[in-house]
């Protein structure tokens, strides 16, 4: 069993849905990534947490430690919201989630 | 404001040829610094990590090496390449004090 789980691998919405990515993880962890790496491959690193909830735009990323869970939201998808979404915890080392691929329709 | 760079972008050598990927950073000093690989449908992999200057950490045995010959620069080499080394290579930094990393646009080698 990978360290770091998420789902769904792939996801495909409507422009304007709420789309939800969950990821976990069974390390212990001091904090939980989430990036977005676009088609040509770049990677941004969108939030860090290890608590609670952040929001940025229409993204918001919360972490329930108890529970091992953390989940990224988009609100009002847009087309340029395709990407790879990627979990990573850091434990002893960075570790990688496999990805969620998303493709917002418009 | 700091940068990243990776060069080459792209990359075609043949098996058993040698390879050398360059990662700079500007505008910060005494940055972490990462190698990640990509294989095609897999997962990022942290391949090697460095706190400082001739300081390298190795995650994973291969046929790879880094090395810091300085402060912003870190180098991924291997003497003789293997199919199995194909993948999207990917550099990124991080400051001492925060664990935000923040990547370069990355090199994709294809190895025939």
């Known amino acids: 069993k990978n360290e770091v789980e998420q789902s769904p691998q792939n996801l495909t919405a409507q422009e304007g849905e709420f789309i939800t990515i969950n990821c976990s993880y069974s390390v212990g962890i001091s904090a939980l990534h989430w990036l977005q790496q676009h088609p040509g491959g770049g990677i941004v690193s969108l939030f860090m947490l290890s608590s609670g909830k952040k929001k940025h735009g229409r993204l918001i990323a919360t972490i329930n430690i108890q529970e091992k869970h953390s989940s990224l939201h988009i609100t009002a998808s847009h087309p340029r919201d395709s990407a790879v979404y990627i979990c990573a915890v850091k434990g002893n080392k960075l570790t990688f989630g496999g990805g969620t691929r998303v493709l917002v329709k418009p | 404001s700091q940068t990243i760079h990776q060069w080459p972008a792209t990359l075609v050598q043949p098996v058993g040829s040698p390879l050398s990927l360059e990662c700079t950073v500007e505008?910060?000093?005494?940055?972490?610094l990462y190698w990640y690989r990509q294989a095609a449908g897999r997962g990022l992999q942290l391949l090697f990590y460095?706190?400082?200057?001739?300081?390298i950490s190795s995650e994973v045995p291969q046929n790879l090496s880094a090395s810091r010959p300085q402060d912003r620069q870190f180098i991924l080499s291997s003497k003789k390449l293997l199919l199995s080394d194909s993948g999207f290579y990917l550099c990124a930094w991080s400051g001492v004090s925060t664990d935000t990393q923040y990547f370069g646009p990355g090199t994709r080698l294809t190895v025939l």
């Open positions: 460095s706190v400082g200057i001739g300081q």
């Open positions: 505008g910060t000093s005494n940055p972490n």
